[in-house]
């Protein structure tokens, strides 16, 4: 049975599942695995756990080999130079008042070149900075502009529910969000409840998005008259959850009704009114 380690290319970073394949790890061994960006050493972070049935369809790559001490030394190398050229990067920023804000700071392990990510509300003319950075560091500069929330996503935080960002923990690729989600969910459209912390709409409105739609053409519509066994009435809510509705009765009186209970549905007129 597959084993599956978590693992940190660095501190405090989001932490990427991984076949440990036939090597036995422990908490704290760095690690030779080949990423889409090349190979890079990592850090095992946690317990080696079996996979459920679903990691097989995730294909997780595997552990290439145990980490050299030369890999291990370029390593905590590549953490120190990132950490340098983040502080010099942020200084010249502030030096030069350019309009961007630095979100991180990523050396390939081969130190071939060094990417810095930013995020900006327009174009920034940061050829200046990149001829600083090349001049302090001798290395090839790569400046990569990013979106808030993929800057959420590099930085990581706690949501309003008390747990990590779903963008930094399993999150791979961002979907649309609308407000049209948090219409059709009943919740409040105050911005402070319903935006995370990129100041985006918060993606995990979209995660029962797809039960809502499916159980509201079971129901009938806001406004509607309907004929039930406690009498006629209108439907004045519609309670997802509870797969019912809410109808205020001819009576004066509400009662919540399921979709099986009611005998007729309009277009037709209340009683005794006539236009």
């Not at 095992?44 to 369809?57: G, H, R």
């Not at 979100?103 to 060094?114: H, L, N, P, T, Y």
């Not at 590099?154 to 960002?165: A, D, K, Q, S, Y």
């Not at 519509?221 to 004929?227: A, D, L, Y």
């Amino acid at each position: 049975m597959n084993r599956i380690v978590g693992i940190q290319f660095r501190n405090q970073g989001k932490v990427y599942d991984f076949d440990s394949g036939h090597f036995v790890l422990s908490k704290g061994d760095k690690v030779m695995v080949i990423t889409e960006k090349g190979p890079a050493v990592g850090c095992v972070c946690t317990e080696a756990k079996n996979a459920p049935q679903s990691a097989a369809e995730r294909s997780l790559k595997k552990v290439f080999r145990l980490a050299t001490a030369d890999e291990v030394d370029q390593y905590e190398k590549s953490c120190r130079v990132e950490d340098d050229v983040y502080s010099f990067c942020y200084r010249r920023i502030k030096d030069r008042s350019l309009p961007m804000c630095l979100v991180a700071v990523e050396r390939r392990f081969d130190g071939s070149k060094i990417v810095v990510y930013f995020t900006a509300d327009g174009r920034v003319d940061f050829r200046a900075l990149v001829k600083d950075l090349v001049r302090q560091f001798r290395t090839r500069i790569e400046m990569r502009q990013i979106g808030v929330r993929h800057q959420a996503k590099m930085v990581g935080g706690l949501g309003i529910c008390g747990r990590p960002l779903c963008c930094a923990t399993y999150m791979n690729n961002f979907a649309p969000v609308t407000i049209k989600m948090a219409k059709e969910q009943f919740l409040s459209l105050n911005p402070g409840k319903i935006s995370g912390m990129c100041g985006r709409l918060m993606c995990c409105l979209g995660y029962e998005h797809g039960y809502y739609e499916k159980i509201k053409k079971t129901l009938p519509k806001i406004g509607k008259r309907v004929v039930t066994r406690q009498g006629e009435g209108k439907v004045v809510r519609q309670n997802v959850l509870r797969e019912n509705v809410t109808v205020s009765l001819d009576s004066g009186e509400e009662a919540e009704i399921r979709p099986s209970d009611i005998i007729k549905a309009g277009p037709f007129k209340k009683k005794g009114v006539n236009h």
